[in-house]
């Protein structure tokens, strides 16, 4: 009865004594009423429907009937409580009253009771009436719901327990059925290609826990024909039937002047079987790509054909032939990154442009192109054929790229794959063996000297999540070189000349004395700093970051020094050396690119870590690869029972998280969470 507004309440008595009475009481007991006298009973039905009173209250003359009363304002307002007050109460007399209708019956005399049976009964009124209005919204919403649902463009399937459960006509219609019947009651993963299973299991279970946020998730989905057919998957949270649900949306195109120009652009100038760029709009793409900086990672063009294509087409025959060349093209399509260009170079050859993390993530998404066209059986003529392919990569430079020389140098790896019996990766990198090494390097040294001389050296983060939720700022940090006009270089392009000339161990302190100052000031939970080889065998780093420590803010326990597994892998007594002096200083330590190497669990058994980062070549088609996420799942349970945290490293998609999340790593780090190219520490 904290309400301060007015109470509507109807007093029906012989005289207006009572009414005063309980006004003056009511008031007293700090209840605002508003009280109105009703002396006739068959004015009752009225005032119950014009006052909307939340109380009854009636004072019974002799030869009135309790009972009549109490029917009228049954058929009235059932929900407003019926009080009888009276001269004298007794357990019997109330006992009477109540079987006839009324809530209670009380005296004017026990002010202290009538007071404490007004408040309830109040209360019992306004909850009741706050959740019939709940339930009737509910229901409305409900019927809103399906109104919705049926009604609406967007193709939508509710699923409770991996059933679905409901579906309007949009999704029916995309599925090429007539009726609900059809589909409910089956399991949703039917209606779905297998490699879609494992991120779309992922997301419904994320979703139902409120930790999906509007990630677009990419599905293959099985037609009442058999083809399957690419769908962008959007998930919400909801209920059917006062049970929570998730529902797949798959939003119908939004189409303007704009996109209808674009989608018309698009349309002519791609391949209409195969939906990639031709070979002149290709090209022009890929002009206008790499006048763009790259945000950070390495670049290449990869060249992949179908090998034996000759003998195929005799096999297939001509119509069949240009049908596997369409399914060929579309596994390669199925594989491709948000940033990804691919089209057709000629002939039976295509030709894509990747951008990743680095060569060993380039060179698994190569693998898991080939041995996803290797393991699809193409229907030919009533029975299936298996083809291989061959794919050559060509390192496409950073600075001044040559996208003539880049797509030769494919080009020769694919021929060199051909001709070593093909279903094999080549990779031409002239730059290690360029004569010209030496001149580079020369050059890049004086550069590197003078950033490091200058102060032109920059720190960039890149964001790590938690998968479980929360706040915390966690990140992962790289350098940047400013040259002497403020352009950003990549470390892509100087580092490989610094670990040639012995200056990694200088870069490394200037990123390790910047990364301290910014703990200092910004505090973050947790900052990774990466070491190179040969500051991890470097015996003077510990006493030096010892130094920084006790002279500067930086608390220990908001850094966490990285190496590669490879390098602990190679240096083993070192590194244990290394994290036991580490944790005497409370600094955290681990291993990164960890999954890859002859011995990964061996080395996470020896070594007290407290993260692993698990190598992005993982990442690369793990969510539609059984043997990936096998791969993975171990690490993330070998690591939990050693209470080692993981995080994967090169997320790039909604579908890859998806599955690490489900397979139990707990952090991912990479273009999905944020690309690294927003610089926010420095020195």
Known sequence: MNDTSAVPLIVHSATRDPVEALNSLLRRSGVAAHCTWIPSTQDIPDALEQLNPELLICCPAP????????????????????????????????????????????????????????????????????????????????????????????????????????????????????????????????????????????????????????????????LSDGTVVPLELVLALGEFDGDPAVRLIVPAPKRDGRSLAQDLETAVQSDPGTGLLQRRHLLHALQERLRLPVAGGVRYLACVRPDKFAAIEREMGVLSSEQFLIGFANIMRSLLGPRDLAGHLGGTTLLILLERGNARDVEAWCENLLERVANHPFEANSHSLHAT????????????????????????????????????????????????????????VKHIMSALMENRFRLVQQPIAALAGGDQRIYDVVIRMLDAQGKEVLPSEFLPAAARNDLLKNIDRWVLGASLSYIAKNKPDLLFVRLSRDSALDASLLQWLEQQLRSGLAEPKRLCLQITEEVADNHRQQTIDMINSLRVLGVKFALEHFGTGRD???????????????????????????????????????????????????????????????????????????????VVLKS
Do not use: C
């Not at 993981?646 to 599955?659: K, L």
């Open 600 to 678: 990964s669990h061996g080395l996470m058994a020896k070594l007290p870590l407290d993260f692993v980062k698990i190598d992005g070549s993982l990442m690369q088609g793990l969510a539609s690869s059984p043997e990936l996420q096998r791969r993975v799942r171990g690490i993330a349970e070998a690591a939990a029972k050693r209470n080692i945290q993981t995080v994967a490293e090169h997320i790039e998609d909604a579908n890859t998280m998806a599955v690490v999340w489900q397979l139990g790593v707990q952090y991912i780090q990479g273009y999905f969470v944020h690309a690294p190219e927003e």
């Open 389 to 444: 392919g061959s794919i050559g990569l060509a390192v496409v430079a950073l600075a001044n790229p040559n996208l003539n020389g880049a797509v030769m140098d494919a080009l020769d790896g694919m021929r060199r794959g051909r001709e070593r019996g093909g279903n094999q990766v080549v990779t031409v990198d002239r730059a290690d063996n360029d004569t010209r090494v030496k001149a580079y390097d020369k050059v890049w």
């Open 63 to 222: 030869g009135v009937a309790l009972s009549e009363l109490a029917a009228m304002r049954d058929r009235m307002a059932v929900m407003v409580p019926l009080i009888v007050v009276r001269e004298h109460v007794d357990e019997e007399l109330i006992a009477a009253d109540m079987a006839q209708g009324a809530r209670d019956t009380v005296s004017l005399q026990q002010s202290g009771r009538l007071q404490a049976v007004i408040a309830r009964e109040l209360h019992a009124f306004r909850l009741e009436r706050a959740l019939t209005r709940t339930l009737r919204a509910s229901q409305d919403y409900r019927s809103q719901l399906e109104v919705v649902l049926q009604r609406s463009n967007d193709a939508i399937a509710q699923i409770q327990e991996g059933i679905l459960v409901d579906a309007n006509a949009a999704w029916l219609e995309l599925f090429g059925l007539a009726e609900a019947s059809g589909l409910i009651g089956q399991p949703v993963m039917d209606l779905f290609d297998e490699s879609t299973h494992a991120p779309l299991k992922a997301a419904l279970t994320a979703s139902l826990q409120g930790r999906w946020n509007n990630h677009t998730l990419k599905a293959g989905a099985l």
